[in-house]
């Protein structure tokens, strides 16, 4: 297992670098925006415009990868990525930066195609899961440092920006001293969103729904921590508390949706998630009190995605799988571009209680969903037709079904065929020669259908 970690290091490394400055520079602009006093509109936008640039990011990376190679695509959005922190030093316009957010995303998802095609395809059945473990644990750890990097300068200035160019900078290192074989170019994977949204709704719905709350959550926390009285270390803590939950319930998540059903393990996350966050916003907590609410938050939040992810894979055939995948990650993005305009909508209307409130009546429409689906399946299964009927009409109590046992003896069979044929009764005396047996077949016919026996057929002799 060691072993197998060294020898994918170098895209480790730069997976760290590069997580490490993503989150730091969300949690400084949340911060940062607090500070200015904007409208929260404008904090959901900011975050929206992120998600939103991951999604357009997917199709243009697809073409870039394919045109340069990955480690040019990589080091191509990686110095468009440092350039685009470094303006929101140089200019403080929220228009600027909104664009500049939107650029953010679509180069950080270019940088997202190459790590994990790299990993995929280098990746083989005896080390995928352990290899892709680590590339989840490395990047909830990145997320981790960068809240504690924010936490280490405390003042909005221009150092954590710099600290972020940096990261950004220093992540082209590995991948470009890598002694590993890059991949092949990608392949576009196909979208059948409508497809899937038939086939799996259950699990597309979570992860709609997960992608509003965790957009919610990385766009706008930063500024309700601010608002409840806490300096950018505590709210640094509060951050770095929840991503760690999401980290830590990552395996026994995992091995709990193994031995119970992940539709009723999802229902159940959504009840518990939705009562959890309804009393974050209404009860007045503070200090240790809050930092296990949120960190209980996290464990429930940031397990829909893979649970959602986990369900979908379930029921789709192999070769669907790619087409999935895409359908999943744009599936997730959208939620996540919308979810926080809505709650910055929320916080402005109501306050900043209002973003776990939102998140409640989230988890609430949720579950109500999921219910109807899971109700509508379990109709359609009773009347779907079975693959086993019961036989029923003429056949069941015809000596024909004799036949088709093979338990039977075929003389048995053939003398009760004759007697059903020939009845012993008045009506219908037992043939006596040839002559008879034959007026005998006419006598029995259809009415308007005749059966001439073939003149050139010779009778069976009799057997001794």
Same mark, same amino acid.
């Given at each position: 297992m060691a072993a197998t970690i060294r020898s994918f290091s170098s895209l480790y490394g730069a997976t760290l670098l590069m997580v490490l400055a993503a989150g730091l520079l969300t949690t400084y602009?949340?911060?940062?925006? +607090?500070?200015?006093?904007?409208?929260?509109?404008?904090?959901?936008?900011?975050?929206? $415009?992120?998600?939103?640039?991951?999604?357009? #990011?997917?199709?243009? #990376? @697809?073409?870039?990868? $394919?045109?340069?190679? @990955?480690?040019?695509?990589?080091?191509?959005?990686? #110095?468009?990525v440092t350039a685009s922190a470094l303006g929101h030093a140089l200019v403080e316009q929220l228009e600027i930066w909104l664009v500049l957010r939107l650029i953010v995303g679509m180069c950080m998802m270019c940088q997202y195609m190459v790590l994990e095609s790299w990993l995929n395809e280098q990746a083989d059945s005896k080390n995928r899961g352990t290899i892709f473990a680590s590339y989840m644990i490395v990047s909830y750890l990145g997320l981790v440092l960068g809240q504690g990097?924010?936490?280490?300068?405390?003042?909005?200035?221009?150092?954590?920006?710099l600290l972020v160019a940096i990261c950004f900078a220093l992540c082209i290192v590995p991948l470009a001293l890598t002694r590993r074989i890059h991949p092949q170019p990608l392949k576009p994977a196909p979208l059948q969103i409508k497809v899937f949204w038939q086939k799996v709704p259950q699990s597309l719905t979570t992860i709609a729904m997960a992608g509003v709350i965790v957009?919610?959550? %990385?766009?706008?926390?930063?500024?309700?921590?601010?608002?409840?009285?806490?300096?950018? =270390?505590q709210v640094a803590a509060y951050m770095a508390t929840t991503v760690m939950a999401g980290l830590l319930a990552q395996w026994p998540m995992g091995k709990l949706s193994d031995r119970v059903r992940r539709s009723r393990l999802i229902r159940t996350n959504s009840v518990i998630l939705g009562i959890l966050v309804l009393a974050m916003a209404l009860l007045p907590l503070s200090g240790w009190l809050q930092l296990g609410f949120t960190f209980v938050f996290g464990v429930f939040a940031f397990t829909l %995605?893979?649970?959602?992810?986990?369900?979908?894979? *379930?029921?789709?055939? *192999? @070769? =669907?799988?790619?087409?999935?995948? +895409?359908?999943i990650l744009l599936t997730f993005g959208l939620g996540a571009s919308i979810g926080p305009l809505l709650a910055s909508a929320f916080m402005q209307l109501g306050g900043s209680n209002m973003l776990y409130a939102f998140m409640a009546a989230?988890?609430?429409?949720?579950?109500?969903?999921?219910?109807?689906?899971?109700?509508?399946?379990?109709?359609?299964?009773?009347?779907?037709?079975? &693959? %086993?009927?019961m036989a029923a009409g003429d056949l069941?109590?015809?000596?024909?079904?004799?036949?088709?046992?093979?338990?039977? &003896?075929?003389?048995?069979? &053939?003398?009760?065929?004759?007697? +059903?044929? %020939?009845?012993?009764?008045?009506?219908?005396?037992?043939? $006596?020669d040839e002559q008879a047996q034959f007026e005998l077949d006419l006598s029995l016919q259809e009415p308007g259908v005749v059966k001439v026996p073939d003149?050139?057929?010779?009778?069976?002799?009799?057997?001794?």
């Open positions: 602009l949340g911060l940062k925006l +607090a500070s200015m006093d904007v409208a929260k509109v404008w904090i959901g936008a900011m975050m929206s $415009a992120y998600y939103l640039g991951l999604v357009l #990011g997917s199709k243009i #990376g @697809h073409r870039l990868i $394919a045109r340069v190679g @990955h480690i040019r695509a990589f080091v191509a959005s990686a #110095g468009v990097a924010m936490s280490l300068n405390p003042e909005l200035t221009i150092k954590p920006l957009g919610s959550f %990385y766009g706008l926390a930063p500024a309700f921590a601010a608002s409840q009285g806490m300096n950018t =270390e %995605y893979p649970l959602g992810a986990a369900l979908a894979n *379930q029921n789709i055939e *192999q @070769h =669907e799988r790619v087409a999935l995948s +895409a359908t989230v988890a609430a429409l949720l579950f109500v969903r999921l219910q109807q689906v899971n109700y509508q399946q379990k109709q359609q299964e009773k009347i779907a037709p079975k &693959d %086993y009927m069941v109590g015809s000596p024909l079904a004799a036949a088709l046992d093979p338990r039977v &003896d075929q003389t048995t069979v &053939d003398a009760q065929m004759r007697s +059903a044929r %020939y009845p012993q009764s008045d009506d219908v005396p037992a043939p $006596a003149p050139q057929s010779t009778p069976d002799k009799p057997v001794d």
